[in-house]
């Protein structure tokens, strides 16, 4: 079984395991034994249930970006935003059962809240791209932090939207857009002090790590 080919199988089981019961009563060897493996099978692959998540997570991010070979983001950076982000749920639409289950019975412990947390940034951050938005240093992170709660939010709102064309979902999404939209022109100076504050301090430490290093060397 290739690397690939065994991600698949745990993301897959873990899903088919999250549809019928609450994701905290799940362990990891439940999921090794559902998926055909064992744990030291999988050890070189992943260590917790929040890393078969990922790999799940990382499955969407490249069907996502695969889909804008042939469907391009047009329009506005807003609409290219809108539908960047409304396309990389609908992939999720198989898997609402267990995508309902995990929501209603989250991560149970710290590691796993951060191991998450990290991997819906590398999702924000893939969508940010393809959407063509700046998303280089302390300004990128912080819209990663802001699109991944946006996200968040709206996810919640798809998992009880039963409407086939997402009525719900979308003004949701729209909505949330344009609001966090308006509120990063409010906080455009600010945002951009506290970014030259951030480079100042760094160059600060590489300044002092260089005098630093110096007075060694001249010492020695």
């Not at 019975?105 to 700046?134: F, H, K, R, Y």
Request: net charge negative; hydrophobic share 45%; proline share 3%.
């Amino acid at each position: 079984m290739t690397e690939n080919e065994q991600a698949r199988s745990l993301w897959t089981a873990a899903l088919d395991l999250a549809a019928s019961r609450p994701w905290r009563e799940i362990t990891l060897s439940e999921i090794a034994t559902a998926a055909g493996l064992t744990l030291s099978g999988i050890a070189a692959t992943v260590s917790s249930k929040a890393d078969v998540i990922r790999l799940f997570q990382r499955h969407n991010d490249r069907k996502f970006l695969a889909s804008l070979e042939t469907e391009k983001l047009e329009g506005e950076p807003h609409d290219r935003l809108f539908d960047a982000m409304l396309r990389r749920i609908e992939l999720l639409t198989p898997h609402k059962a267990a995508i309902r289950g995990m929501a209603g019975n989250p991560a149970d412990g710290p590691v796993e809240w951060l191991s998450l947390i990290c991997s819906a940034l590398d999702t924000q951050n893939w969508i940010m791209n393809a959407a063509q938005l700046d998303v280089s240093g302390f300004r990128g992170d912080l819209h990663a932090i802001g699109l991944a709660r946006i996200y968040r939010d709206v996810l919640l709102i798809w998992l009880d939207d039963d409407d086939p064309g997402l009525a719900r979902t979308m003004a949701s999404l729209d909505r949330k857009l344009r609001d966090a939209s308006a509120m990063a022109r409010r906080l455009e100076t600010p945002l951009a002090i506290l970014a030259g504050l951030y480079r100042a301090a760094s160059t600060f430490r590489q300044t002092r790590k260089q005098d630093t290093a110096t007075s060694d060397a001249t010492a020695d």
